[in-house]
Every structure is written in C-alpha cells, then in structure tokens.
C-alpha cells in the first residue's frame, strides 16, 4: 500500500456517514493494516451512493401510497377494494421475488451491474404508473403490473446492504447499518410530504398529448421518483466504485473488482458459516417486520373501531402519529450506534424485542367501558356475515366496502358486523399512543441490530444471497401481516389479535435465548479478533 492515513481529522471526515458522529478516528487508530486516504474517501463515497439507493427505494414504496386508491377508483371503476390489497401486496412480492436473484448476481458480478438494471427496472415501471390510464380497458392490471415492478427493483437492497456489509470492517458496520435503516426510514417519512406537495397540481393538472402524458397529482410523484432513480443510476456510474475490507479493515479483493484494486487477497474467509445462527435471524427478522407490519396496518380501522374517529379523521391523525414515530426512529438509529459499543448488538436486539413486548401488551383491552357501537348497518335486526373472501382482505379494504357511496353521514365506531364490539373493553387512547411510542422506539432497535449481526455473522463470505433471503422474509412478513390482522381482529377483536403478537415475540424472545452464543461475528468465532461487546 502507498502512503497510509496518518491524520484522525482527515479519517474523520472521509467515514462520517450521514448521522455519525467521530467514529472515524477511533477505528483507524486500531487498525492493523492501514489504508491509503485515496482508498478511504472513495470507499465511502460509494458507501454514501448506497444510503442514496436506499432512501430512493423507500421512496419509491411511500410516495404513492396515499393516492393509489383514489387514482385506482379514477382510471378503473371496475376496480373494489380488495384489488386494492393486491395493488399494496404486489411491491412486496416484487421484491420478495427480486432480492435473491440480485443477490446471487451481486456475488459473481459487478455490484454496478444489479444496482443499474433494477434501478432502471424501477424507472421504467414508475413511467409505465403514470401510463396506466392510456388503456380503454384493464387497467388495474397496468396498475398491478407497475408496483410489483417498482417492488422488483426495489430488491437491490440486498446488494446495497451487502455491499455495505463487505465495504467496512466490524467497528464501521454497526454505525453504517444504522445510517443504511436511517435513509430507509427517512424515505418512508418523505415520500407521503413529496406526495402532499404534489397535491397541489389537482387532479386535472396540465396534459401534454404529444405523449398522452397527464402530469396530476396521481402521476407527477411517480414521474419525480424516476427522475430521481436516473440521477442514481448517473452517480452511481460516476462516483461508485467497487471496495472491500475484511473485518479488521484491511483492504481485500474480489470477484465484484472491476479494475485493478491494490491490497490483499482475503485468506480470512476460511471456514464456515454458522447457518443455525443464519436461520435464527431470519426468523427473528421476520417476526419483526411481521409484528410492525401489523402494527402499521391496524392503526387506522383501530382507531376508527375505538374513538369513533372518521375515515378522514382517522387517516390524519394517524398520519401525524406515524410521522412522529418515523422521527422517532430516525433519531434511535443515531444513538443505536454508540450504545452499542458499550453494550454489544446482542443485549440491544434482546432489549429491543422486550420493548415491542411491552408495547403490544400494553394494547390489550382493560377495563369496562365499551367503545361506541356503529349501530347503521344493521339491518332486518341480523348481523351479515363476512364470506371467506373478505376474511382475506386487509384491514383498510374492509372498512373501505363497509361505508357504501350513498351515505350522507358516514358512520362511525366499532361496527356490529365485529361481533366482538358488543362485549371486548376499548382501549383506551393513552394505551395507544403509549404503544406507538414503544413500538416506534423497539422496532429501529431490533431491524438495524438484525442486519448488524447478520452481517457480521457471514464476515468475509459472499452475502449477496443471504441479504436476498433477509429481505425477502421481511417482505413476505409485510405480505402476510396484514392478512393476519385482517382475519384474526376482524373476526375475534384486539383482545385476541395482541394476545397472538405478544406470544409470538416472547417465541422470538426465547429464540434469542437459545442462539444468543451463537450470534458472534465470523472472525470472532475462529479466534481471528477478540470479541468486544458483540
């Protein structure tokens, strides 16, 4: 290697990653190996070009999802609320699809290559969004088509995580993961106000029939995501480039080099990965966005069901609610970052998954008081019974179908078609904002602490792949979560539906137990570096 960083400011300045606050320094000093400051800035150059791929997939999934109903309802009239629930699922699917196969392509391939395709994947299905009111018939099915596509693309988070896995040594990785789940959730906050700010063209907006392009408030935040996805592909064709370390930080080669990359060929790869330590975080990573995934997606007819708030109302006030949680997380992943080098990854995950505990239990219905009866819908003094089809269909779709058009007052409070309105305590409004304040503080924990040690857990072996599985559980978590919620609290209450969660983190819990020696960093594990707080 050619001349070495010697100056703690100069370290500092090329590894501040976003929310970071002086980790730079304290990691050079302990290296064994130094790297060349050239090296150095570009290594995080490209690490930065990855947290700005992350945020824009964020993006990509959130600045839609207010408007996609009433857009369906105008360019498809044939189109009801449970397609809408294929429409939400179909991002997911797309990306519980994509993360594998650009992970096992990330492996053998240039990182660029599976970054640029699925970004371009992503653009082209954004303008094919704006498009989809061309047809004279189908499409919903255009519609359906252009998220999962925005989903597929969207599976280039397991090459970003994993690229950012093998680009830092075990000191960096913890705070790069962290800012990696900060740009996510920042993007998750932002794409909803991007959304708001588009409002402001009105439905009709301007159209340019040259292209047959309607510029509305439905298609400008998809057209403004693609432009953002080709000034990605453009940075990432200028500023990133190819790096890896192993855990110490010394510089090491690869299959994913393009050019010629000075340093050492990784001879620490030797030995194998522990797969029961895998396995276990998989499903621990499941459990979490399983569990938040149902957290998001009852929090409307919940609210709806409890206060008697309307649909406006409802959407409003929780919106407020989750944008605070969002900040909330935000500023989590910052101090996740130095409290787990007091602590270790392990404690901060196990504590974590205690937390979401308590804030599920704290939704459990106490007391006497009833919640407020919608007594409209009844009718011929019979209580409808819900078919089969509907007992698949998230929340939301069924409170959608629960209020026809003709209705000059919409009615609110717990419906008695949910039969568990009549004799189910309510809850109280201080136990759910309660909730989502712990939630929103264990969840940021428990997800970045996930891939913390799943990354460390496959050190120096290809990740593409394992990234592609964590993320397709989480996706298939998001998948089934609201399908969970929609059958268990439709039909038997929150009583029920929270009891369910909270036995299932305490499974989680116990999983943690059992694998808690296990869950230790690769080189940790064959004597290569002492363990410190891991």
């Known amino acids: 290697m050619a001349a070495a960083v010697s ?34 800035k570009s290594r995080w150059r490209s690490i930065w070009i990855m947290y700005l791929t992350m945020f824009l997939s964020s993006v990509g999934f959130s600045i839609v999802i207010m408007s996609v109903w009433p857009y369906l309802q105008k360019i498809d009239p044939t189109a009801d609320a449970s397609f809408l629930g294929w429409i939400i699922a179909s991002y997911s699917i797309g990306q519980m699809v994509a993360s594998p196969l650009f992970g096992l392509w990330s492996n053998y391939r240039p990182r660029r290559e599976p970054l640029v395709v699925s970004t371009a994947i992503s653009v ?29 693309g969207a599976g280039n988070v397991a090459v970003v995580r994993s690229y950012i896995a093998g680009a830092t040594s075990l000191k960096e990785r913890t705070s790069a993961m962290a800012n990696t789940s900060a740009c996510q959730a920042v993007g998750f906050i932002l794409g909803p106000v991007f959304q708001t700010c588009f409002t402001l063209i009105g439905e009709e907006g301007i159209t340019w029939k040259l292209v047959h392009l309607q510029l509305n408030m439905y298609t400008a935040p998809v057209l403004f995501g693609a432009l953002l996805g080709v000034i990605n592909i453009i940075l ?4 990133f480039r190819e790096h890896r370390v192993d855990d110490m930080g010394r510089q090491s080669k690869s299959i994913n080099f393009e050019g010629e990359e000075s340093g050492v060929l990784d001879q620490d790869a030797e030995g194998n990965v522990d797969h029961v330590a895998v396995v276990a975080i998989n499903v621990l ?14 929090a409307t007819p919940l609210t709806m069901d409890m206060y008697s708030w309307t649909r406006k109302e409802a959407v409003f006030y929780n919106g407020i609610i989750l944008s605070v949680v969002g900040i909330e997380s935000v500023m989590v992943f910052m101090v996740v970052k130095t409290l787990s080098k007091r602590t270790g990854d392990r404690a901060i995950l196990h504590a974590g998954l205690l937390i979401v505990l308590v804030g599920f239990f704290i939704l459990l219905p106490w007391g006497k008081k009833l919640p407020n009866i919608q007594w409209e819908e009844i009718k011929n003094n019979s209580i409808p019974r819900t078919t089969s089809t509907e007992m698949l269909m998230p929340f939301w779709s069924l409170q959608a179908m629960q209020f026809p058009s003709n209705h000059t007052v919409e009615p609110v409070g717990c419906p008695v078609t949910q039969s568990w309105c009549l004799n189910t305590p309510m809850i109280y409004l201080a136990q759910y904002i309660s909730s989502d304040v712990l939630i929103g503080l264990g969840y940021p924990v428990c997800n970045v602490m996930s891939y913390t040690l799943y990354s460390k857990i496959l050190g120096p072996k290809p990740q593409g792949v394992y990234m592609g599985w964590l993320t397709a559980s989480g996706s298939g978590a998001r998948i089934l979560g609201p399908v969970f919620v929609s059958q268990i609290y439709t039909h038997l209450g929150p009583r029920w539906a929270f009891s369910l969660i909270c036995a299932v983190v305490v499974l989680s819990l116990l999983l943690l137990e059992i694998v808690y020696k296990r869950l230790i960093a690769f080189s940790v594990r064959y004597g290569r570096m002492q363990e410190e707080n891991c």
């Not at 990573?285 to 009852?298: D, Q, R, S, Y």
């Open 7 to 40: 100056s703690p400011e100069v370290a500092a300045e090329g590894q501040e990653p976003l929310l970071s606050g002086g980790e730079a320094a304290e990691g050079e000093e302990s290296r064994e190996v130094v790297e060349t400051q050239e090296h150095y």
């Open 124 to 152: 082209a299905a954004n303008c094919l969004y704006a498009y989809v009111h061309v047809p004279h018939s189908h499409n919903k099915y255009y519609m359906l088509t252009a998220r999962a596509l925005v989903g597929f």
């Open 236 to 239: 990432i064709f200028a500023i």
């Open 285 to 298: 990573f499941f459990v979490i966005l399983f569990v938040f995934a149902v957290f998001e997606t009852i």
